[in-house]
């Protein structure tokens, strides 16, 4: 595997800073979060200004539940190479993940800055201003990015998300039907109806998207926790 072969190139340079990082990448992969911190360690040994190295190792940190390695990593990566848009992207939402929403919005205008058309950046500092509680400049940015890119359904489901979280469940449903029109095979788009269904307690109707997000996605963790509380209700009302 890929994890040998990089083995192999160490054995041959072991002073081969990137056959390092690549290993490190490997490990980390499938599952050696540990393996992966030490090789990501040993290629910043051999070159301590390698912006790379350090994101992949913040980003193994994080993995770990390490979060202030890792956003101490990040920031150094960035230090490194402050014109990387990547950079950015990564740690606004390694900030977002840790609720510092503040600073997360803060990487994000930078990517805007760099690149005033970058889609991505707009939905995920509109999910950054929406935590916050500011509705108007998230619904901004949201509307934003579906001008930017109008045949990504990502961009609906992310609108969609934030119409359903503020209560506006016909803005939702219109958004995640755009998205599976652009994307039949979106399930979160049926996860998104789904959601919608379940809490007008149209229950059967409900488990008729999230099947069908369950046949296009087994493994999407948000689907289960929805199809348990959807499950749960249907069998208590059974019950009465």
Known sequence: GADAD???????????????????????????????????????????????AYLHRGSAYFRKGDTSKGLADFRKAIELDPDNIDLYMVRGQAR?????????????????????????????????????????????????????????????????????????????????????????????AYIGRGNILYQKGELEEAFGNYDKANELDPECRNLHINCDFAWCTRHMRQAQ
């Open 6 to 52: 990089f083995s192999r190139a160490i054995e041959l340079n072991g002073d081969d800073a990137a056959a390092y990082i690549n290993r490190g990448k490997a490990r980390r992969e499938k599952g050696d979060t540990d393996g992966a911190i030490e090789d990501f360690c040993k290629a910043l040994e051999l070159n301590p200004a390698d912006a790379d």
């Open 96 to 188: 977002f993940n840790c609720g510092y929403y503040d600073l997360a919005e803060e990487d994000f205008d930078q990517v805007i800055r760099f690149d005033p058309k970058h889609v991505y950046a707009y939905t995920k500092r509109g999910r950054a201003r929406q935590f916050k509680g500011e509705k108007e400049s998230a619904q901004a940015d949201f509307d934003r990015a579906v001008e930017l890119d109008p045949q990504n359904p990502v961009v609906y489901l992310c609108r969609g998300l934030f119409h359903h979280r503020n209560k506006n469940p016909d803005a939702a449903w219109a958004d995640y039907n755009q998205a599976m029109a652009i994307d039949p095979q979106s399930a979160g």
